[in-house]
């Protein structure tokens, strides 16, 4: 059975940081694109972060550039997201994603941890 | 970077009708459009890829159609598990773009 399971999310006062995990099982994690997708409460969906299998390339929506930082450890079938310089703005709940190719669907998704940001 | 625009929001319908959420990119994007579904503390679960491919375990009354930038989700049998939130994406070029969302009713 595959499964992503977040953890690390919290209550943070702005400005400071968080560093969110994602744990995957039940698939060959090294074979897949990872990313995080946030969903501010009562809203939409919003593409964050993708990192490449290899941690080649890594990608960032420009709401996030130079304050969030995607690696993975596939010896531990594990992806990060460090999020710095938080804003309330960031509040939401942050999902881990897999990614086949670069065209593809987000075909697994986690059940999300929640982050908010506020004083 | 491309805008997807879904309607109707929401949608009321009942037991047994076919219903169709559109999705509209503000560009051509080929088929490379993604449908999901999600209910309430849940994450998001994919139902149709490639705009008109089913994902495996997703029932048959789901269905996908179009290319470019005009395309539909059907369900052509509506079913009390049903209701959620449809989204659609676009997976043509990053960043990845949702549409904002259809909150089905029944």
């Known amino acids: 059975e595959v499964q992503l399971v977040e953890s690390g999310g919290g209550l943070v006062k702005p400005g400071g940081s968080l560093r969110l995990s994602c744990v995957a099982s039940g698939f060959t994690f090294s074979d897949y694109s990872m990313n995080w997708v946030r969903q501010a409460p009562g809203k939409g969906l919003e593409w964050v972060s993708s990192?490449?299998?290899?941690?080649?390339?890594?990608y960032y929506a420009d709401s996030v550039k130079g304050r969030f930082t995607v690696s993975r450890d596939n010896a531990k079938n594990s992806l990060y997201l460090q999020m710095n310089s938080l804003r309330v703005e960031d509040t939401a709940i942050y999902y881990c994603?897999?990614?086949?190719?670069?065209?593809?669907?987000?075909?697994?998704w986690g059940q999300g941890t929640l982050v908010t940001v506020s004083s | 970077d491309i805008q997807v625009t879904q309607s109707p929001s929401p949608l009321s319908a009942s037991i047994g009708d076919r219903v169709t959420i559109t999705c509209r990119a503000s560009q051509s994007i080929s088929t490379y459009l993604n449908w999901y579904q999600q209910k309430p503390g849940e994450g998001p679960k994919l139902l149709i890829y490639g705009a008109s491919s089913l994902q495996g375990g997703v029932p048959s009354r789901f269905s996908g159609s179009g290319s470019g930038t005009d395309f539909t989700l059907t369900i052509s049998s509506l079913q009390p598990d049903d209701s959620a939130t449809y989204y659609c994406?676009?997976?043509?070029?990053?960043?990845?773009?949702f549409g904002q969302g259809t909150m089905l009713e029944i």
């Open positions: 990192i490449t299998s290899s941690s080649t390339y890594t």
């Open positions: 994406q676009q997976s043509y070029g990053k960043p990845y773009t």
């Open positions: 994603a897999s990614l086949l190719t670069a065209a593809g669907p987000f075909e697994y």
